[in-house]
């Protein structure tokens, strides 16, 4: 059954393949471009044209060849363009509308290169704070116990035993008391200064060192406090569990402005500096439109995407807008003005640029085209077009086809030397001639 399939398949393959080329076939044959192919094979009678009233009393029509049954021959001209390869096309209204003929006009319009990029948000890593603990200890008691707490500058965080805070309170009791009762010398309070910087530099602030010169007791933990305003982002701490100065113990950040960390391609550096204003946008608003400016552009290329990194601070007062989340960053760069044409005009065959220029009268003209820089659905003009110039926008593909078939049967009609050359005809008169004095000789 596989095969019987397969066989049915290819059969049908076959007789569209044949259909397509038929209809090709009669289609050139009727409008004339195989009449160069058929001169040559001497098939005149098959040559399609337009007959036209004799001249000096012959059959020959008009641009045809005496002795082809009255058959016009097509000379195989086609008029040239100046682009190698093309010639001029020549379309009646009817045929216009058919294939889908439309026309735009190169206009002269303001050059904004628009960029458009794809990041995630970050915090501020200028208002970014990653808690450790200088000495090492137990929790005794945790404050902030969850992720997204917001907490104030020395809000109390957590508490931590550690006997060698102890201690370090019991020597500057000391210290301190000696120099109270001692006469206050400077070689005492020499002594009360190096125990009392060794608390501060464990992170005693200076409401608990006051309190333990008035109290005269000795605070078994030491209380962590927030050391800016923000919310926490990360939290690495339990009750009961010891803690080294290695260990992280909080990350907290000020929401209040944020990074948009986004890449951008390298032809698109060009277009990019610092202080250059954005716009940001969201899935959850985006129609809302937020004012931005690029701060930092990576000063290194990824070899691997071509990208570099650009950060855009932007403004978050209400808190709407959280780290992690997706973002369009839009950059224009405003260019001046220049002439611009639309894209569906352009031939791009990677040889060259083309355009159709209309000339009127259902004539179109392939022209050579130099563009600039894309700017949306449009390119700059750098030269071959003028302004206020009328180009073909759809069924481009269609003319250019036809451009380059009629050039192509040009040139192939035009190497054709039809029957004797002009030598023939100048010697045929006096072979006449000599045959009818050689039958007057014999006769």
Not at 123 to 142: A, C, F, M, N, Y
Not at 186 to 196: A, C, D, I, P, Y
Not at 227 to 252: A, D, F, H, K, M
Not at 396 to 403: G, P, V
Request: proline share 5%.
């Amino acid at each position: 059954m596989a095969e019987q399939e397969s066989k049915r398949s290819l059969s049908w393959i076959w007789l569209i393949a044949g259909l397509v080329l038929g209809a090709g076939a009669v289609l050139a044959h009727f409008h004339g471009y195989l009449n160069s192919v058929y001169h040559t094979l001497g098939l005149h009678a098959l040559m399609v044209g337009e007959s036209g009233p004799p001249q000096d009393g012959g059959t020959t029509p008009p641009g045809g060849h005496a002795g082809h049954g009255g058959m016009a021959m097509p000379s195989g001209k086609s008029e040239m363009a100046k682009v190698p390869g093309y010639a001029i096309v020549t379309l009646t209204p009817e045929r216009i509308q058919l294939i889908g003929v439309r026309t735009g006009k190169v206009q002269k319009d303001a050059l904004l290169m628009s960029i458009r990029a794809v990041g995630i948000i970050e915090p501020d890593q200028t208002k970014l704070t990653r808690l450790h603990t200088r000495i090492s200890g137990w929790v005794e008691k945790v404050h902030v116990d969850f992720v997204g707490q917001n907490v104030n500058k020395n809000d109390p965080l957590l508490e931590i035993y550690s006997p060698d805070l102890l201690t370090g309170q019991y020597e500057y009791l000391i210290a301190y008391n000696a120099w109270k009762t001692g006469g206050e010398t400077k070689e005492q309070w020499q002594l009360v200064e190096s125990s009392r910087r060794r608390l501060e530099l464990w992170g005693v602030s200076q409401e608990d060192l006051k309190t333990l010169e008035k109290t005269k007791k000795a605070r078994e933990t030491l209380t962590l406090r927030a050391p800016r305003q923000g919310r926490v982002l990360e939290r690495n701490v339990l009750e009961g569990s010891r803690i080294e100065p290695t260990n992280e113990l909080y990350r907290i950040a000020d929401l209040s402005t944020l990074w948009l960390q986004a890449r951008v391609y390298e032809y698109e550096l060009p277009h990019i500096e610092l202080g250059q204003k954005t716009q940001v946008s969201f899935l959850s608003e985006p129609n809302k439109m937020i004012p931005g400016k690029i701060t930092f552009i990576e000063p290194v290329l990824q070899e691997m995407t071509r990208t570099v990194k650009v950060r855009v601070v932007i403004d978050n007062p209400k808190d709407l807008y959280k780290p992690g989340m997706y973002a369009d960053l839009k950059i224009e760069h405003d260019m001046g003005t220049g002439l611009l044409v639309p894209e569906s005009a352009l031939m791009r065959t990677g040889v060259r640029d083309l355009a159709f220029r209309v000339l009127g009268e259902g004539r179109f003209e392939p022209v050579e085209v130099k563009l600039g820089s894309r700017f949306g659905e449009r390119y700059e003009v750098l030269g071959g077009l003028a302004e206020g110039d009328e180009v073909v926008t759809s069924a481009t593909f269609l003319i250019d086809a036809e451009s380059r078939f009629k050039a192509a049967v040009s040139d192939f009609g035009g190497g054709h030397k039809h029957g004797g050359d002009k030598k023939e005809k100048a010697e045929s008169p006096a072979k006449g001639k000599k045959l009818e004095q050689t039958k007057e000789h014999k006769h």
